[in-house]
Structure formats: C-alpha cells, structure tokens
C-alpha cells in the first residue's frame, strides 16, 4: 500500500495505494466468530498486527483494520511537526555484508520496483531500508485524525495503538528532551483515552537520528521511561508498550525488570541499523546519511532471538502474560513466522513488510488458525 518511488509526503497526502498492494486491491474481511486470543486482555481476532512504521494516518490505520489485522499501530507521533528524511526512504536491500563499519553490517540496495512484488519468490525474502527520521505532523492535525478511529473501538477483536516519542534538537540539552518525551506522552494518551483505544507505545529505538538510540543507554532509557510514565498515572486504563532495537543479551534481565516498572511490555525488534549503499558503493539514501534501518526478511533471525531472550527474562522475573506483553516484530511476511514468533513468545506479532505490498496476510493466517471471517466487497 506504500508508494516506495514517491516521497513519505506523498504517499501521506494521496492515502495508501491499491495499486502497491497485491492484485491492485484492498482486501476486506469481516470475522464472524468472538474473539479468540488476547493481549493485556485486550481482544484480538488476530494476534498478528502492523507497526507504526507502514500506517501513516488514519487512512492507513482503516485499511489495515479491514484487511483484518487486530493491532495496527498509528504512525509514531512527536509534540511537534517534524519533516521526513528526503527521498529515497524504501530501498530494496540486495545483500547485506557483516562486514561493514562502526560495528554495522553493510546494505548494498537498489530501488523497489513492482516487478520485484510481482515475484513471489523474490517478495518472500524482501528487506528493504527504513529511513524516514521519524517525521510528524503536529499535534493538532495527528491528534485530530487519530480521533476518526474511535469508532473502531466499539467492537471487540481489534484495536488502533499509538506510537509517539519524545524530540532530540540540536543545541538542546536533555532535560528538554525529557520534557517533550512527558509532554508528547500526555498528548498521545489523551488522543488514544478518548478515542477508547488501550494501547500506546514509545519508541526509544529510532536508528535514523542523531545520537545512539535511547534504549542502548540504560540511564538514558530509565530517565525517559519516567518522564513519560509521570502524565500517564492519569490514564490507568492505557496499556503502554516499550519499542526496542536489538537488545545486547548481557543487559536483558536488567531492561526488562526496569521497563516493567513503569510499562505493560516490550515491542521488538524496530530494524537493524546497517550503512546502506548502492552497488557502487556510494551512500543510497536521500538524507546522505551514511547508516539506517534494515526491515524484512534479513532481520527474522535476530527478532526471533531478541523475543525468545526476551520470554525467558520475563520468565525469570515471574513477569505474568496477562500483566507484561511481548510483541514481535521483524520479518514476519508468512503463516509460518508467525508461528515461530507465537513459539518464541511473542504475544501478539507485527509484519511490517510482509504487510506492506501483501495485506493479505491476515486472511491468510486467519484461515491457517480456523478463524471464519467473511468477505466484503474490495476496494
């Protein structure tokens, strides 16, 4: 459904894309059935979602609702409007190197092409780049369309999460940053408590801007998940989630007890952080930034070990499921992933580009699990 030779801007003003879509269409099912699984006790139909990454207004949020997927999760939103890294953005990933600098693979790619969606063998083993930058719009405008998805709320078996983030600015210290991350938590729980939406997230894993991602710090991430916690002690009925990267396996224990102070569970992992280059070696994305993210098939390998690492930390700590959630993302693009990743212990699991140009999936996976739904008209 996104148009990865247009810019973010683009593709945010003209609405998802059929055409990028398999088949030209949006699929639309109906579940017919009460509701099977759940998270936080939360009901799902699905326990299979899409990241904030892909959804990038309410027009997004619909499609991903209709085509059956139970936890879509609304673009990340900051206090402020913030512009997209220029295009180039999605880049199709066609080999990525160990071998690269500052400790990160290298991603030689290429641009995205329909002809590369059209080929199911080369589809199944997409990964493609991630680099936007976290763009926003402002408050008012993200606040107001979110509103629009209440009305998905007033059925059991899926529900529309929100994502935000504090800002980093040049020339300000980090006590500004601390604030914007309480100030932009505050707004994103009003918008989501009065929307009758549960679940909101924080991203602390951003591998597209300046400075090491929060979550790799440990005082970093303790300072952040309390001033984000502070305004949220006036919305007891929101369930908040923790967005991390890849997570170093020497410090898990100590992450997770910390982040179940102050949280309801961990979504991970967001990419892999990797340079990204053309075949001639030259920098590929639009921002000239030596390094992004990598999404897709490359990464499955290391989610799956982050949330089975992640499960038996919440083990260890005799965290409960029905009080501290994991969710799985990186890779997912079949029935079988998901799967893996419900075996791992993953709670509920996000495909992010297995999601993106195939929205069939959930109907997929809803068929695989004996869940009846049934058709409505495509659009």
Known sequence: ??????????????????????????????????????????????????????????????????????????????????????????????????????NRPTATVVPLLKSVLSDARKKSGLSITNAFGVPSLSPGEWASDFRTLSELERSPGHTAALSFQGSRREGENWSHFLDDTSLCAQMAAQALS????????????????????????????????????????????????VKLGVLPMQNLLGIVELIAKYAHGISAINTLSANIVTPAGERALGSKAEHGGICGDAIRGVALQTISELNRARQALGLEKNSFALVGVGGCSSFEHLEEFLKAGADVVHAATGAMWHLQLAGECADRLGIPYSRKETI
């Open 1 to 102: 459904m996104y148009n990865p030779l247009a810019s973010y801007e683009e593709n945010l003003r003209k609405g998802p894309s059929p055409e990028w879509n398999e088949g030209g269409f949006f699929p639309k099912i109906e579940f017919t059935a009460e509701p099977r699984f759940s998270c936080l006790g939360i009901p799902l139909h699905l326990p299979l979602g899409i990241p904030a990454g892909p959804l990038l207004s309410s027009a997004y949020m619909k499609v991903a609702i209709d085509a059956g997927f139970s936890m879509p999760v609304y673009k990340t939103v900051r206090s402020s409007a913030w512009a997209s890294h220029p295009w180039p953005n999605v880049l199709s990933v066609e080999q990525l190197n160990d071998r690269g600098t500052h």
């Open 194 to 241: 009065s929307s009758g939406g549960k679940f909101l997230e924080m991203n602390v894993s951003c591998p597209n801007e300046s400075g090491a991602p929060i979550y790799t710090d440990f005082k970093a991430l303790t300072e952040t998940l309390q001033a984000a916690a502070a305004p949220l002690k006036f919305f007891p009925e929101l369930k908040l989630m």
